[in-house]
């Protein structure tokens, strides 16, 4: 049986499933419709908690195998279970998760904006200061965004809008800091 829950709705979807991941088996999904979930995360897999001990890259990767290796469509019948990296163009989310590259580290999530533009930024010798590759440099007002802008590593892309000059500010949301 497969069930979909979330705070308002909680019902019996239709899914084949390989008898392999049915010993509680837990996904994190957005639903885009009755008949098409796409999946973000697992959480457990076969009881076991996979979360904690892996990191969300490894379980994007495996996921991807996983889903096509177990779980079957039939159109109108059953569900089906979308990995991200297979989603049709035009299809709307509401937005995407960010996780730090540590085994058992919980995500935040970033709505999608079309405000601003997504630059390269490049971590400089001296602490907070970043380079927008050939457009001047990252805006760090805060703590809360240093924090967040060190779990990055050193070279990663970022939602950007022109703050003044040569000065560019994030659009992203940023996690609080635990």
Known sequence: MCY?????????????????????????VEKLN????????????NS??????STFEQ???????????????????TVELIHKSDMEPGYYLKGYEEYP?????????VEKSEEGEILTAVK??????????GKGYLYVP???????????????TCRCVLHEEEYW??????PEIE
């Open 59 to 77: 379980r994007y990767i495996w996921l991807k195998t996983f889903l096509s290796s177990f779980t079957t469509y039939i159109e109108d019948v």
């Open 101 to 109: 590259d540590e085994p058992g580290k919980h995500g935040y999530f």
């Open 169 to 174: 500010r994030l659009v992203e949301n940023i």
């Open 4 to 28: 979909w829950v979330n705070s308002h709705e909680y019902k019996q979807v239709p899914c084949i499933a390989d008898e392999r991941i049915c010993g509680d088996t837990v996904l994190r």
């Open 34 to 45: 009755e008949f098409e979930y796409v999946v973000a995360d697992i959480w457990m897999y």
């Open 142 to 156: 805060d703590f809360k965004t240093s924090v967040y802008l060190r779990s990055k590593g050193n070279s990663f």
């Open 48 to 53: 076991n908690c996979v979360f904690v001990c």
């Open 124 to 133: 400089l010798g001296t602490p907070d200061c970043y380079e927008i590759v």
